[in-house]
Each structure stands twice: as structure tokens, then as C-alpha cells.
């Protein structure tokens, strides 16, 4: 009983999306045999490289120090809110919306707690934030990165279809944070790690190796090797600590998808849900309320090569329920370890406002593709 028990406690502690496509894809390789070709290495090893960038910016205290710089201008809660908020806007272009969520939240959640501030406004509006302004660009989100990579989009080609949401987001964005509490800041947020400038700069490299590897001008394996150096000259440790479920949940996604993909009847019915642009981009919407946006990238992105409404919807459908951003429920786990009360309450206006967001967003460009089509 001992040992079920320490295996359900380890079970319960795995991410579950992760989890769960690793149930899908071991239960559909017993109908056929799986293939490691259905892999997206470069995706993969994109992914690890820039999961571990940013990871040891975060060790070396790069970003922290880029947010608290930024926190000394302000003298009230309003504007620091604000800052904070749009920090989240534009950083999640670049350093991904979970990442900019982790750090932008261990930062602002300690220090409401001090100075008597409701969090649940404002960690909502960096939540929202990070998955607006993360689908301008490929290095924004896991979901981005699949579909630039597999794609074969140009990066001005990529930017160009989130651009509209991304822009009326960051208007609404704006009119949500007039409305937030106008106090007095006594506070200061103080750093809590060491700065290494060296760190910081070896893996600005290994970033500037990344964007490179992008427009197609290094190759995909130097990236790994350029990578895997620069972590374990600075500290194999950190390299060793680091979360990989992400990393785990594509590998188990594209084996999953590869699978199904030699199923005949399963094929013809994601075909016809991709059909038209309407179809897709209301499809994709839908199915990320379920599955999350990632793994609906990488589902419908075997069965489409109409990019321009499939993009759209995963970022989109980013919006809508706690579910359907990986980076929301980071941002819903981080919450409840500093304020657990706030649990209920967060889900409940986080709901109605990215539903609302999601309903205005996706309005147009139904009424778009039903013109078009």
C-alpha cells in the first residue's frame, strides 16, 4: 500500500497535459507503431534551448533586475500595476508568457501582500497580458513556435497575422488598467538574487545563436551544442534542475498525432474540421477551451497548411477558460501559494473577462471569413 501510495503522489504531481498525451500516445502506439520520425526535432531542440536561456537568465537574476529597475520609477499603485502589466505585454514577445508570468508574479504577489493591495486585478491583467502580447512573435509561446517552424512562414509573414489582436489587446489593456486602485507606494521591490553580468551575457549569445537558427542561418544542431556548453560551463546543475514537462509534452504530442495520423477515419474527420478558414479558426478556438492552445497547435497543424486562421485561433483561443493557456494555470498555481483565499474568486472574473476578450477578438474575423469564404 506504501508504494501505490508513493506512486500516486508522484503521479499527482506530473503536469497533467503532459500526462495526459502521454496516456494518448501510449494507448494509440498498442493500434499501430509508433515512429520517432513523426518528432519535430528542430522544434524540440528550439524549444530546450530557449526553455534553458531563459531558465539561467532567471539563475544569474537578469530578469528580476530588468523589473526592478523599471519599479523605481513609480511612486503609486496604479502606475506600478501598470508597469508591471505591460512588462508582461511586451517581455512575453521574447522570453515566452509562461516565463514572463513566473517572474513578473514572484515579484508583484510578495509585495501586495505588504502593502495591503488585492491581487487578483492585476495578476489577472499580467496573465492576459503575457498571452496578448506572446502572440506577436514565434518566440512568444510554445504554440507560435510550432507553427512558424512547421509552417515555413516568414517571421514578417508571422507577425503580420497576430498583429490586429495583439494591437487591440494592448488598447484594451490599457482601459482595464485606468480602472485599477490609484495608492500611495511606500514600498520598493528589492532584488532577492545575485546579478552575474558574465551569465547573463553568455546567454544573451546563446539567444542572439537562437533568433539566428530562426531565419534559417545556423543549423538546428549547433544550436544544441552551443546550448549544452554555455549550461554546463556556467552550472551543470541548473541545467540538470530545470523543468522539462514542456519539453515532454511535444514529444509525446507528436508521437500521439503521428499515430492517429495512419488512423483513415480520424484523418477525414480533422480534415473536414479544417476545411474552411471559419471551420478552422472556430475550431481551433474550441478545442483549446479543452485541450489547451499547444496541443491544438500541433493537432490541427497536421491537417491544415491554411496558416493565417489556424494561428489565429490558438492564439485566441489562449483566451476563454483557466485551461486552455498552459501559461494561465501557472499563473492560477502561483496565485494560490501566496494568497489561497483569492483562489475562487480569481477563477471566477478571470473567466468572464477572457471570455469577453475572446468573444471580441474572434467576432471580426468570423464575420471576415464568412465574407471571404
Known sequence: METIARVLGFIQKLDKIMLTFFVLALATSFQVTPSLDSINWPVIVTLFALITTVNYWQYFGLLERVIVSLSYRFNNTKALQTALIFCSFFSSMIITNDVAIIVLLALFLPLSRRINLDPVPSTILIIVAANL??????????????????????????????????????????????????????????????????????????????????????????????????????????????????????????????????????????????????HLLISSVLISQVISNVPTAILLGHFTENWHPLILGVNIGGLGTLIASMASLIGYKTLTVHHPNCAKRFVYKFTILNILLAIILLTPYIIYYSYIN
Open 133 to 278: 502580447g506572446s502572440a506577436l512573435t514565434p518566440l512568444g509561446n510554445p504554440q507560435n513556435m510550432f507553427l512558424y517552424l512547421y509552417s515555413n512562414l516568414t517571421l514578417w509573414q508571422f507577425c503580420s497575422v497576430t498583429a490586429p489582436i495583439v494591437i487591440a489587446g494592448a488598447i484594451i489593456l490599457w482601459g482595464l488598467c485606468n480602472t485599477l486602485p490609484n495608492n500611495p507606494l511606500n514600498e520598493s521591490i528589492k532584488p532577492s538574487h545575485r546579478f552575474s553580468l558574465v551569465g547573463s551575457l553568455t546567454f544573451f549569445g546563446v539567444f542572439v545563436a537562437i533568433l539566428l537558427s530562426l531565419f534559417h542561418l545556423i543549423p538546428i544542431y549547433i544550436i544544441l551544442l552551443i546550448t549544452l556548453s554555455a549550461a554546463i560551463t556556467c552550472n551543470y546543475k541548473q541545467l540538470v534542475e530545470q523543468h522539462y514537462s514542456l519539453l515532454f509534452t511535444f514529444i509525446f504530442a507528436f508521437i500521439f498525432i503521428g499515430n492517429i495520423n495512419k488512423w483513415p477515419e480520424l484523418t477525414s474527420l480533422l480534415e473536414q474540421t479544417a476545411q474552411t478558414s471559419k
